[in-house]
């Protein structure tokens, strides 16, 4: 499957942005997807992460409350609506996919957020 992220950009403190990742393939269903993001100088971090059916959802501590993951498998893509952000949200946002109890095989190229004080 090959990914591709989108919807970055510069947003003020508080201020929302949403996230898309567009799949090929017509496998999309079966897959479970992430949101990663890397700070400058740091590791990539998980985010959230949707089963296939869209039924569960986990997310990063920090953002809870604030970021919710969706998809929609008939048009192949899945989104990261981010609101409230504040300025530690800004990162290199990766969209990725992987079987149900395997490893994160499949990366997009990454979307820059950038939340400004």
């Known amino acids: 499957v090959q990914l591709q992220a989108s919807g970055g950009g510069v947003v003020q403190a508080g201020g929302s942005l949403r996230l898309s990742c567009a799949a090929s393939?017509?496998?999309?269903?079966?897959?479970?997807m992430g949101w990663f993001r890397q700070h400058p100088g740091k590791e990539r971090e998980f985010v959230s992460e949707?089963?296939?059916?869209?039924?569960?959802?986990y997310y990063l501590d920090s953002v809870k409350g604030r970021f919710t993951i969706s998809r929609d498998n008939a048009k192949n893509t899945v989104y990261l609506q981010m609101n409230s952000l504040k300025p530690e949200d800004t990162a290199v946002y990766y969209c990725?996919?992987?079987?149900?109890?395997?490893?994160?095989?499949?990366w997009g190229q990454g979307t820059l957020v950038t939340v400004s004080s």
């Open positions: 990725a996919a992987k079987r149900p109890y395997g490893d994160y095989d499949y």
């Open positions: 393939g017509r496998t999309f269903g079966s897959y479970t």
């Open positions: 949707i089963s296939w059916s869209g039924d569960i959802t």
